[in-house]
T-cell receptor, first 115, second 114 residues
């Protein structure tokens, strides 16, 4: 069955430190992968997406993610975290079935940033 | 160009009442998806609709929940006889053709059942 795993429920980093949020997926075909961010009480904002081509994708707010097919991973990174990055981050895979698509989300990683 | 509009933003219902959540997709989008986010959990797919058709309702609870997307007007997620366990954030997303990769999400409706 298709699934998305985010192993880290909570992560705390210091402002200015680097960040890596892990995401592993299980999907039989070539995946379309996404990272979304959700600030408290808000909706979801798309950070970046991978469809094909270059396995390192750049997103908004200085985020990037690397698709590694051999590891079934799509980890999100940022070289220097800002306090405003504190939020919840969701990895998602778009699965195709029956001629249409739908997003399957991971459980999320809540990021706290220390000053 | 308004995004996906959901209303109300917050909804409080007593146990046993009905909850109606509305979602107006982006202009030109005819595909709507509903997701539910329980406290401290990720988003779970509920239902996928096109205009006047339910395409996939595999994530909908079998009882008390229904969804529609009429030819005119917003998509409605209806929860009858709400219970405390229905308290959650309900998000709607839309896409123009169901094959667009990545959706546009609304800000959600936060339902609290008291």
């Amino acid at each position: 069955a298709q699934s998305v795993t985010q192993p880290d429920i909570h992560i705390t980093v210091s402002e200015g430190a680097s960040l890596e949020l892990r995401c592993n997926y299980s999907y039989g075909a070539t995946p379309y992968l996404f990272w979304y961010v959700q600030s408290p009480g808000q909706g979801l904002q798309l950070l970046l997406k991978y469809f094909s081509g270059d396995t390192l994708v750049q997103g908004i707010k200085g985020f990037e993610a690397e698709f590694k097919r051999s590891q079934s991973s799509f980890n999100l990174r940022k070289p220097s975290v800002h306090w405003s990055d504190a939020a919840e981050y969701f990895c998602a895979v778009e699965m195709f079935s029956g001629g249409y698509n739908k997003l399957i989300f991971g459980a999320g990683t809540r990021l706290a940033v220390h000053p | 160009n308004a995004g996906v509009m959901q209303n109300p933003r917050h909804l409080v219902r007593r146990r046993g009442q009905e909850a109606r959540l509305r979602c107006s997709p982006m202009k030109g989008h005819s595909h709507v998806y509903w997701y539910r986010q329980l406290p401290e959990e990720g988003l779970k797919f509920m239902v996928y609709l096109q205009k006047e058709n339910i395409i996939d309702e595999s994530g909908m609870p079998k009882e008390r929940f229904s969804a529609e997307f009429p030819k005119e007007g917003p998509s409605i997620l209806r929860i009858q006889q709400v219970v405390r366990g229905d308290s959650a954030a309900y998000f709607c997303a839309s896409s123009p053709d169901g094959q667009n990769y990545g959706y546009t999400f609304g800000s959600g409706t936060r339902l609290t059942v008291v």
